[in-house]
């Protein structure tokens, strides 16, 4: 079975604040890491993919990937109250779909 | 105007009653993929297809059947053997090769 993890909250930062989203999974051959924020009611939409070790930067978005580790990580600069959302990890092996983490709740407070 | 249409927005079922749920895309995309989300969980594959004519089971096929007659359209229907079909069904898409997968609104299952 295949496994991601994920914290599922509620992770509350102030407006203005950085939120960590963290995310460990557990198949080694793992090669692609995607993180979706889906809004209450909505479907997910893609924010950040990464696809080897270090640090990826999106504007205030930053998705950071430790393979040796099994972790990979979203870190939200700047909060706003409209980052208020669910956020899902998704890791995809050499097949073709990807394993869902439940997800983390974010709550931005102002 | 490129992306992925779920239709209906939502759906009642009753008892022993077969239903279909659209997919739609125009993003030219090989892949697509249909996904069960339940309150609190994560998403959980149902069924994929690569290409045109081909299509393979995901974790949790049972009571489900899909096509895919057209690279634009997969079509998912719920049987009456999903005997706990009240979930948000969402379908995906990617370019083969790509791992990207693309979501549509979704469409929420009710069971009358």
């Known amino acids: 079975q295949k496994e991601v993890e994920q914290n599922s909250g509620p992770l509350s930062v102030p407006e203005g604040a950085i939120a960590s989203l963290n995310c460990t999974y557990s198949?080694?051959?793992?090669?692609?890491f995607f993180w979706y924020r889906q809004y209450s009611g909505k479907s997910p939409e893609l924010i950040m993919s990464?696809?080897?070790?270090g640090d990826k930067e999106d504007g205030r978005f930053t998705a950071q990937l430790n393979k040796a580790s099994q972790y990979v990580s979203l870190l939200i600069r700047d909060s706003q109250p409209s980052d208020s959302a669910t956020y899902l990890c998704?890791?995809?092996?050499?097949?073709?779909?990807?394993?869902f983490g439940k997800g983390t709740s974010l709550l931005v407070t102002p | 105007d490129g992306g992925i249409t779920q239709s209906p927005k939502y759906l009642f079922r009753k008892e022993g009653q077969n239903v279909t749920l659209s997919c739609e895309q125009n993003?030219?995309?090989?892949?697509m993929y249909w996904y069960r989300q339940d309150p609190g969980q994560g998403l959980r594959l149902i069924y994929y297809s690569q290409i045109v004519n081909d299509f393979q089971k995901g974790d949790i096929a049972e009571g489900y059947s899909v096509s895919r007659e057209k690279k634009e359209s997969f079509p998912l229907t719920v049987t009456s053997a999903q005997k706990n079909p009240t979930a948000f069904y969402l379908c995906?898409?990617?370019?083969?090769?790509?791992?990207?997968?693309?979501f549509g609104p979704g469409t929420r299952l009710l069971v009358l």
């Open positions: 198949d080694r051959v793992s090669q692609s």
């Open positions: 990464i696809y080897s070790n």
């Open positions: 993003l030219n995309h090989d892949a």
């Open positions: 995906a898409s990617s370019n083969r090769g790509r791992e990207t997968q693309y």
């Open positions: 998704a890791v995809k092996d050499s097949g073709y779909a990807l394993n």
